[in-house]
């Protein structure tokens, strides 16, 4: 239950980056990594979805998508003090994604 | 007749008594063969089935990444491409080969399996313009791609305890023309014989006979194979018998294939250096630079040619030799017909084909490999490691190692003195991922000795203020860049009674100054008397939530550098600022993969805040100013302006250290030159190395400077009095404050404004677009 749940909230992070975050390009390395990742964390795969979403994170250090997909799954991997941090740096990348730093913002609540 | 017959009669037990003593010692000592040939069975069986070989533990570059707009130029593909091995072609399309016309390239990749994914090969038709790729097409289906990975560079091999090195190889991935021509040449009967071939030894003895020297051998690849594999070199009767039972046995137990296979992983094909080249797996490589797959006829050839004395036909030492032994054997698989008339023309046509030495073992990037030895050694369990045939994915750029080593070995060559004395060490790395990217440990850079980028321990002058200035900007209602703080002199009496007065550089006193330049132009009574208002205390927990675990025993002398440190841990300092005070550990391994491909327990990137954003950007803002009107401005202000690069200088009493350490968007770098002997260089940090910080950095960084965090504002400062200036003010910065941080009062040289104005509308309007 807690993976499908998952699953959803990834699917629903990364359509949310492909279609409406104003600053992600949904065709470049990093969405293309995202998208794969998300395939991953689907087929319940979630070492491969990580080292994806690192590479991801190399290639665009300061792609904040990625860093709030790692927090995700350091959460979901139960730790919480990881995906915290992880969830800060995506917000320090946020800039004038709005919807991004909501989104940051809601998770570190949410699992605090 | 009695006499016959007593004879006769006598002779009869005599006989049988002989018989009887040879048949009591015939039974024992078959026995003893039995058993012998049992123990030997036994042997063969033990290594054959076991672990055959020794293979070391390899090290790999980055892989280079390839998409639409990224920032590369084509020159720096090119040099990737000439580090990876590929070569120039008419084409591009075969594998490991390219074309480029300008701007534009065909590279076909090799198929490869990265730590955490297989890459297929492929060929890629890649555009640029002067800054970056513009796009990434795949030629075969003529479609756009997103995302490509090359090859990495092989940087390194880690032996065991071992010198010999071999990559693995299948049966079925050597070419025929080698394997055919191998026993054509070596061993003509091998598909038929039992393990040794009495016909074939004959017909060599007669040979070699009427030669007059050794021409042929009779031994069959078996033989060899048991010889190399199972016996020493010594050359006795015995070894003879036993390498011929084992081949015997060899041959009753295994397949020929699998015997072949063995062969062509085992036997000694070279030497570099230390290092024994066994294999045609590794042989390809080693001589050509291509997987055996794609070898050539005449390059299967030569590589049969070799086998027969590495040393004595070594293509690279006496070309002619082996040219010369490798036509031959081409003539013979030709009359053999295992290549037509045609084929035997052109292959006796071309040239050998073999590619410069590869410079490898732990050769050539001495410094990076041993901090991959340590952080290994740090976050690997022993037992994982000690396993063979490892395989390491590191960080290293080698396109910026390049760029590192060359800006270190020229900037010394101009700038020492007594040639052959200054030594340097430089640290790169990577922002956000916090990835040592190059590691230079000295001016030569391939010698594998004293590691100045991590091992030596210098004062690091003002390269800590920085820590101090942040300690400060981190309580934003206390201080700000616009704090007026004292550069008065001073004297401070340390617990041994002695009097410590601090200088500043320039001898000179500057009276209250902007905390901004106190840090712009590095001035050290300011600093220290900052450094006592906030509690010396306050100023070592900074430097260790900056990521410096040293113990630091805090004397006020502390502020001004007397800490000593490697270029790598000041690296690690400064990664945090560059960070956005985000601390991430350096590391130079992504992942270590055992012999079967899967990944050892490794740790995944990491990260902490330690710091707010905005605090750290007031002190990274300050060290770009510093870069371009302050301590830096010697060669600060001929780096390209968008590119936003900050740093400090360190710089020792009496110039015997030169440090330099700063950052742009993409990447860090942390330079040190000085002398082994710690004599005197006479140079600055800003004079030393700075030059060199800045010409790698000046190459390397190309993003763009970014907009600054949203808390901040840009505000107009009086520099006589820290308050807010206009047009009428002469001498005046634009400073960056954390919002409702920055002075509210207006200077008096600043007009007729009126005194107050909290948050004039149109000022904060103006410090937000400038």
Known sequence: MKKILLFAITVLLLSACAVKAPYQDHTGPGGVLMVQAGQHVAAGEDAKAIALLERAVRIEPRNGHAWLGLARLYFASGDINKAEQFARRAMQFAGADKRLERDCQAFIGEIR | MTKKRRRRAKSKPRTRLWLKILLLLAVPLALALVLYVLYLDQVVQTKFEGKRWSVP????????????????????????????????????LAPGTYLRNGNKFVVTTRAFRHWDSLEPGRSIALKFNHKQLLTVDDVEAAEPLTLVRLEPMLIGIIHPAHREDRVLVRLDELP????????????????????????????????????????????????????????????????????????????????????LEAYANEIYLGQDGNRAIHGFGLAAQFYFNKPPQELAIAESVLLVAILRGPTYYDPRRHPERALERRNQLLEIIWRDGLIDRQQAQAAKAATLGVTPKPNLGSSRYPAFIALVKRQLQQDYRDEDLRSEGLR???????????????????????????????????????????????????????????????????????????????????????????????????????????????????????????????????????????GLALGLGQVVETVHRLGIDKKIPPYPAMMLGSLELAPLQIAQMYQTLADDGFYTPLRAVRAVLNANHRPLNRYSLDTEQRFAPEQTFLVNETLRMALRQGTGQSVGRQLPKTLSLAGKTGTTDDLRDSWFAGFGRDYL?????????????????????LPVWADIMGQINVTEAGPPPEAIEYVSIDMETGLQADSGCQQRYELAFITGTAPVEYA???????????????????????
């Not at chain 2, 393990?195 to 051998?217: E, T, Y």
């Not at chain 2, 330079?671 to 004079?687: I, Y």
Request: proline content about 4%.
């Open chain 2, 748 to 770: 008096p040289c600043a007009g007729n404004k009126v005194k107050r104005s909290v948050g004039g509308f149109i000022d904060r309007l103006k410090g937000l677009f400038r």
């Open chain 2, 176 to 259: 025929a023309s080698l394997t055919l021509a191998l026993q054509a040449v070596e061993d003509r009967k091998f598909a038929s014989h039992h393990g040794v071939d009495f016909r074939g030894i004959a017909r060599a003895a007669w040979a070699n006979l009427r030669a007059g020297k050794v021409v042929q051998g009779g031994s069959t690849l078996t033989q060899q194979l048991v010889k190399n594999f199972f016996l020493n070199r010594e050359r006795s009767l015995t070894r003879k018998i036993n390498e011929a039972i084992m081949s015997l046995l060899l041959e009753l137990r295994y397949d020929k294939k699998d015997i």
């Open chain 2, 669 to 689: 770098g942390v330079v040190w030159l000085g002398n082994d002997d710690n004599a005197v260089t006479g140079l600055t940090g800003g004079s030393g190395a």
């Open chain 2, 392 to 530: 390491i994915f590191s960080s290293l750029d080698p396109v910026i190692q390049q760029v590192a080593e060359k800006a270190l070995t020229t900037n010394i060559n101009r700038l020492e003195r007594q040639p052959g004395l200054l030594e340097g060490g430089v640290v790169v790395t990577r922002l956000g991922s916090a990835e040592v990217t190059a590691v230079v440990g000295g001016r030569n850079p391939r010698f594998d000795g004293f590691n100045r980028a991590l091992d030596i321990q210098r004062p690091v002058g003002s390269l800590l203020k920085p820590a101090l200035y942040l300690t400060a900007l981190s309580q934003p209602h206390r201080y700000t860049l616009a704090s007026l703080i004292d550069d008065a002199p001073l004297k401070l009496k340390q617990s041994d009674g002695t009097v410590w007065s601090p200088a500043n550089y320039d001898h000179k006193n500057h009276g209250k100054v902007l905390l901004a330049e106190a840090l712009i132009h590095s001035y050290n009574q300011a600093a220290v008397r900052l």
């Open chain 2, 57 to 92: 533990s390899r090290v790999y570059a980055r892989a280079l990444e390839l998409y639409p707009q990224k920032l590369l130029t084509a020159d720096k593909l090119l040099a990737e491409l000439k580090l990876i091995g590929y070569q120039p072609s008419a084409d591009g």
